[in-house]
Structures are given as structure tokens and as C-alpha cells.
């Protein structure tokens, strides 16, 4: 069970690569745009505080205002889902719908058991060797840093690299 936490855990962390550099990418970096419309915005008040009586300034104060807020909402419209296409063909176009489908979609495989675990039959733990008292305490008593480096200096230094990308050669050589 323990591997399987590590392994979903890693996963999500890849994927939190992948989805921050798509946002990145994709998307673009919405915090710089506001800080950019901010600045720009904060310029044009300067100005026409330095010239309140100028009408340019005034309108550009605030065609810069109305441009840049423009742009940050048609950037969040954008990115809403707000549509889609049922097993069916039909367009469905309810918000509330839209919600529910994604909600169902997404429960339909992270919220029900693996088929994997509910396959297994408990007869098949009581076969074969099995763990006794010592050893099963041995398996969650606390490690220590000796305990560590002796499983890390015991890989071999060439061995292929972690969802991090640092390989175990990485590690030896910085401990």
C-alpha cells in the first residue's frame, strides 16, 4: 500500500510539472500580465496627475485601464469549459451539466476501488511463507541516517534516475 502512495504521489508531481509548464506556456503567466497592466496603469495616473487638465492623458489613463482589464477577462472566459459533447453527439451547454459531467467523469476513476485490490482473494495471503511478529515490527520500526546512506551507497551508481531525474550516482556524490 505504502509503494502505491509513493508511486500516485510521484505521479502527481510529474504532473504538476507538466501542468505548471503548460500554464506557463499555454496560458501565459496571469500574474505578470495584471502586474504589467498594474504598472502601466499606475504610469498613466502619474501622468495625469503631473497634467490633470490634459484630456489625452485622461482618456489614455483610462483606455490603458479598460484594455488591460479587457484582456485579463477574455483570458478567464477563455480558459472556462463551457461546453461539451455527450456520448450521444449532443452539444450540452448547461452550465450546471457541464459541472456534473466533470464531477461524474472525474469520480468514475478516481473515486472507485482499483480493480486490482478488489480481485484479490484473502485465501491466497494465508499460502506461502508470511512475515512473523520481528519481522513484520522490523518493516515499520524508524530509520536512521546510517540506514539511508547504506540503502543509497547500495545502488548501483548508473541505476536509471527518479521522478526527480537525479539518478542514485547524483545523491553519492552530494552526501
Not at 52 to 81: H, T, W
Not at 101 to 118: D, E, Q, V
Not at 124 to 150: E, R, S, W, Y
Request: aromatic share 12%; hydrophobic share 40%; net charge positive.
Amino acid at each position: 500500500m505504502l509503494l502505491v502512495c509513493c508511486a500516485f504521489l510521484r505521479k502527481l508531481n510529474r504532473l504538476k510539472y507538466v501542468l505548471h509548464k503548460f500554464n506557463k506556456v499555454k496560458v501565459g503567466d496571469v500574474s505578470q500580465l495584471f502586474s504589467t497592466a498594474k504598472e502601466k496603469y499606475q504610469q498613466a495616473q502619474f501622468n495625469l496627475q503631473q497634467d490633470p487638465s490634459s484630456a489625452d492623458l485622461q482618456q489614455a489613463a483610462y483606455l490603458e485601464f479598460a484594455l488591460q482589464s479587457k484582456i485579463l477577462k477574455q483570458r478567464k472566459v477563455g480558459n472556462l469549459i463551457t461546453l461539451f459533447m455527450d456520448d450521444k453527439g449532443q452539444l450540452v451547454d448547461n452550465y450546471e451539466d457541464v459541472v456534473a459531467h466533470f464531477i461524474n467523469n472525474f469520480k468514475s476513476f478516481m473515486g472507485s476501488p482499483s480493480p486490482a485490490i478488489t480481485q484479490l482473494k484473502q485465501d491466497c495471503f494465508t499460502h506461502g511463507a508470511t512475515l512473523n511478529l520481528d519481522q513484520k515490527l522490523g518493516l515499520i520500526k524508524p530509520f536512521t541516517k546510517k540506514d539511508v546512506m547504506k540503502s543509497l551507497f547500495s545502488i548501483h551508481s548508473i541505476k536509471s534516475p527518479g521522478s526527480d531525474g537525479y539518478g542514485s550516482g547524483f545523491f553519492k556524490v552530494l552526501w
